[in-house]
């Protein structure tokens, strides 16, 4: 008997959608977030440091020495304590909302549309869920960036976010809402949308025995297969956005218009080497724990989406009548 089946076989399933159940989806979701983002921490850095300063950090391995040199290997874990707060807060919102969201439209318009729209109705939940989870993310966000990309800046939350608060308000944290949304709200509408459809796909014509067939440790892998594909698109579509961040948090007299003007199109682009390293194994690390978190605490993982009975037999009438 395998791990995983020893710590869920005395845990009793939660049922699928009560206040229980979106609640252990949070804790999930801030576990899958909070530690891989913190992971990452060092190569976050390089990429935000390249993305804020491209002449003296001009790759990863330039990104690496040129901060190890300066302020030593201690440098590479700056910023770690807020992105554990930030992205645990943003985790908490983002798969527990989209949990919620998923399940409060898909009752709304009904079993066979939400098979039929089920594209529509992952886009619709993940854009949904990540509005609420930028706020809870936004504060810490902007205090990392500083730390990791000021010239002068506390070295630390505990010296930065202060800083932040005396010199600039509580307008000094959410400055970086907008673009925060701009670049979280598409990453994350392609990576449930993306995810969702990859896990069908790849059950369908790629595992050769129906999931039901599979063992869990077979079905978390094909989880973190789907989750690395989703995640480079992700990458790609928000990499504009995340540059605009990365500067905005950097200068607190910039805006958002003005730094495209003055980047250009190449410009926002700076950066995306590593960002889709870093967001495809982070991603594929996210499912997997937020999977993995669902078996060990006994929640419901419906299959991928199937066709309903009911949708079927019509379709088989409509078939018969022609």
């Known amino acids: 008997m395998g791990i995983i089946s020893q710590l869920t076989e005395s845990k009793n399933e939660v049922e699928f959608g009560s206040p229980l159940f979106y609640a252990y989806c949070a804790v999930g979701g801030a576990a899958s977030c909070g530690l891989t983002h913190t992971f990452i921490v060092p190569l976050d850095l390089v990429k935000c440091r390249i993305q804020v300063n491209s002449e003296k ?22 910023g770690w304590a807020p992105t554990l707060i930030g992205y645990s ?9 989209y949990e919620l969201f998923k399940n409060v439209y898909g009752n709304m318009i009904g079993e066979e549309n939400a098979y039929l729209w089920r594209t529509t109705l992952y886009l619709a939940a993940s854009a949904s869920a990540e509005f609420f989870a930028d706020i809870l993310l936004a504060p810490m966000e902007a205090t990392k960036v500083r730390i990791q990309t000021s010239p002068g800046a506390p070295p630390t939350l505990r010296g930065c976010a202060p800083m932040i608060y005396r010199t600039e308000g509580l307008s000094g944290f959410y400055k970086g809402l907008p673009p925060l949304w701009m670049r979280q709200i598409p990453y994350t509408m392609m990576k449930f949308a993306c995810f969702e459809r990859t896990v069908e796909l790849l059950y369908q014509y790629v595992v050769p025995k129906p999931r039901a067939q599979c063992n869990k440790t077979e079905q978390l892998g094909v989880t973190f297969v789907a989750g690395y594909i989703a995640g480079v698109f992700c990458a790609v579509v928000s990499h504009p956005a995340d540059t605009l961040v990365s500067k905005l948090n950097q200068d607190a007299n910039a805006t958002a218009g003005s730094l495209i003007k003055k980047l250009g199109w190449a410009g926002l682009w700076k950066g995306l080497g590593p960002r889709i390293i870093m967001v495809g194994t982070l991603t594929a690390l996210q499912w997997f724990i937020y999977d993995t978190v669902k078996v060990i605490l ?16 019509k379709l088989a009438a409509q078939g018969q009548s022609k």
């Open 57 to 78: 950090y001009k790759s990863i391995g330039t990104g690496f020495r040129v901060t190890v040199k300066e302020e030593g290997f201690r440098a590479l874990a700056k």
């Open 89 to 97: 807060m943003q985790g908490l919102g983002k798969f527990g909302f």
């Open 298 to 313: 006994g929640l419901p993982r419906p299959p991928p989406a199937e066709m309903p009975e009911s949708l079927k037999k």
